[in-house]
């Protein structure tokens, strides 16, 4: 299910997120290597941080705890699309298709992360029969 709300702050999250680490990254993180986050610990923590935000505020929206998840879901996708863009900008190297599959598990971490701190505050969801929690005419 696309949450497009969710899905454009997963991106505009990772952009701004990567903007920031590209600004800041010789004084933050480390002149060694590109400005990407995965090449500096610190820098993956701060993307992950932006993330379990994001995944925070879009969580918020939801309805219920399924829809939470969901949520979280479409901040990732979001998030890995400009992600997978960023990769392939900046040169993908010989090792990119591994590098996008643990880009996408550390914002799916951050996402979900921040979609777990609002489950307190949802409802369960719907049970068996109820139509998950929707009401039918």
Do not use: Q
């Amino acid at each position: 299910m696309l949450r497009w709300t969710s899905l454009v702050l997963g991106g505009a999250t990772f952009l701004v997120a990567h903007a920031i680490e590209r600004m800041w990254w010789t004084m933050w993180f480390s002149a060694e290597w590109e400005p990407f986050f995965m090449n500096s610990g610190r820098a993956v923590a701060f993307t992950t941080a932006c993330l379990l935000i994001a995944g925070l505020i879009a969580a918020g929206f939801a309805r219920d705890r399924p829809d939470a998840l969901v949520h979280a879901g479409n901040v990732t996708a979001g998030a890995g699309a400009v992600m997978i863009v960023t990769v392939f900008a900046i040169g993908p190297g010989t090792l990119f298709p591994i590098a996008i599959l643990f880009g996408l598990v550390i914002l799916a971490v951050g996402s979900y992360l921040g979609a777990l701190v609002i489950f307190p505050f949802k409802p369960a969801g719907g049970s068996a029969g109820t139509g998950g929690g929707r009401t039918r005419a």
